[in-house]
């Protein structure tokens, strides 16, 4: 299951790289296999887009939700894999996640897209169908939609990208992407303990974690090129107090953890 996992992912960032190249060589039009890729979707435009692709390719893909955001919309996300609704024995389940960030975009259309790629393409490209035979692949393309919903874009050729946007954290103004646990805290807490004091929104993506078996998943983020991989942090202590100062926060899949984002960047 692990090689299989580590295959799949490999194929997928390979397959996101080459979307990305041929579409900035080429200057793709706006109108492309259905698509219309020179606008951002609003939040009901991407969850229908969603719903669409489920419908139009029932045996490959289903909708659902880990929950809401602070203003009540839907963190919806969409499965694809061959018998989409039964899972195979030992068959690995990979997550890419977007839009962390609202201000941070590209990432919720680019998952967007990638499901589209993915069922259009399933029957066309020996490449994409052994992705989709052999994974469970979840594609959630928003997890801050409020602040998405409160974003603007920036003026053309806009450096560097400051990080200052009123839509870079959610309705309450928390920054998600720094509101999960850390691996310096206590690692046997109990879930209470775990949730406690945190966003809808980093909640309802805990419990999605903590209730699948998941063997790898990416984040997209956007405004730096930059492929981050675990345990990305250091000590929250000051510095003359860390007991680990200098030391790297390796996590147990270091090695292919460094040729993952690697091939990547």
Request: proline share 6%; with cysteine; aromatic share 10%.
């Amino acid at each position: 299951m692990q090689r299989v996992a580590e295959h799949t992912m490999g194929q997928i960032i390979r397959l996101l790289l080459g979307i990305f190249f041929v579409n900035g060589l080429f200057c793709t039009p706006c109108e492309e296999d259905g698509l219309y890729l020179c606008q951002y979707q609003d939040h009901a435009q991407l969850i229908t887009g969603l719903d669409l692709l489920a419908a139009e390719y029932p045996k490959l893909a289903v909708t659902g939700s880990i929950g809401k955001s602070v203003e009540g919309r839907d963190l919806r996300y969409i499965k694809i894999s061959k018998n989409v609704n039964r899972r195979g024995v030992g068959e690995p389940m990979v997550k890419y996640v977007g839009n962390m960030h609202g201000d941070e975009a590209v990432g919720r259309q680019l998952i967007y897209y990638l499901a589209n790629y993915l069922l259009s393409n399933y029957n066309r490209s020996s490449v994409v169908k052994f992705l989709v035979d052999n994974t469970e692949i979840y594609l959630l393309p928003t997890l801050n939609p409020d602040g998405f919903n409160r974003s603007s874009a920036s003026k053309p050729n806009t450096y560097p990208c400051k990080h200052v946007s009123e839509g870079r954290t959610n309705v309450n103004e928390v920054d998600l992407n720094r509101d999960f646990p850390f691996i310096w805290g206590p690692t046997n807490v109990s879930y209470t303990a775990l949730v406690d004091a945190r966003q809808p929104e980093t909640v309802s993506m805990i419990n999605w974690i903590l209730a699948k078996p998941w063997v790898l998943s990416a984040n997209f983020h956007g405004g730096a090129v930059v492929a981050s991989y675990p345990y990305d942090s250091q000590s929250p202590r000051p510095a003359n107090q860390r007991i680990l100062r200098g030391v790297e926060s390796l996590a147990p899949d270091d090695g292919f953890l460094k040729e993952l984002a690697l091939t990547y960047s």
